[in-house]
């Protein structure tokens, strides 16, 4: 199975908001309501930021929010700021396993 | 504290052997599935195995079927990663991640460990 498709980077200023899409397929993304985001800062482990397309676990701010559309997921950040600089990946469940996106470096300018 | 760490990498030739493990602590391990993900030095996360809470099923990437084999020990609050035949595009951080949920596999991970890290080379 191929890694699900997400932009190599996207920037913004502090303040503006970013939009990082994830592209699936009907088997995956599509097929399911289990798509996550991470957070992950160099030589740190991931960090879980969405899951289940749309809802944020206890800590993380209300600036990150989800949503899917057939077999494309969204990951919004509202209200850039300094610390969101960092790589984010999508996941989706598929038949008992996992997938994960490309990755997205996301510098704030 | 909720904590997951893992221990075991090193240096290994290819086609040699190695054992992951991750120490558990701070919850309830068995009423979580379990998973393996790794990622190769400067590139993205690729996820590796899962295991459910009584270990009665295990899936595998494609890429190491035959090759590893997840298990726990319930009882020592412990998920293994037992890795064979490596190769050198094993070389990778591998972390242990605990599925989100306790009903099923939801393949969200909210609780990882520091990682360990794997090379393969001669």
């Known amino acids: 199975q191929s890694a699900l498709t997400q932009p190599a980077s996207v920037s913004g200023s502090p303040g503006q908001s970013i939009t990082i899409s994830c592209t699936g397929t009907s088997s995956d993304v599509g097929g399911y309501n289990y798509v996550s985001w991470y957070q992950q800062h160099p030589g740190k482990a991931p960090k879980l930021m969405i899951y289940?397309?749309?809802n944020r676990p206890s800590g993380v701010s209300n600036r990150f929010s989800g949503s899917k559309s057939g077999n494309t997921a969204s990951l919004t950040i509202s209200g850039l700021q300094a610390e969101d600089e960092a790589d984010y990946y999508c996941?989706?469940?598929?038949?008992?396993?996992?997938?994960f996106g490309t990755g997205t470096k996301v510098t704030v300018l | 504290e909720v904590q997951l760490v893992e221990s075991g990498g090193g240096l290994v030739q290819p086609g040699g052997s190695l054992r992951l493990s991750c120490a558990a602590s701070g919850f309830t391990f068995s009423s979580y599935w379990m998973s393996w993900v790794r990622q190769a030095p400067g590139k993205g996360l690729e996820w590796v195995a899962n295991?459910?809470?009584?270990?009665?099923?295990?899936y595998y990437v494609d890429s190491v079927k035959g090759r590893f084999t997840i298990s726990r020990d319930n009882a020592k609050n412990s998920l293994y990663l037992q890795m064979n035949s490596l190769r050198a595009e094993d070389t990778a951080v591998y972390y242990c991640?605990?599925?989100?949920?306790?009903?099923?596999?939801?393949?969200?991970?909210?609780?990882w460990g520091q990682g360990t890290m794997v090379t393969v080379s001669s």
């Open positions: 289940d397309v749309s």
């Open positions: 295991i459910k809470q009584d270990g009665s099923e295990k």
């Open positions: 991640a605990r599925d989100l949920s306790v009903w099923s596999f939801s393949s969200a991970f909210d609780i």
């Open positions: 996941s989706s469940y598929t038949s008992s396993s996992t997938l």
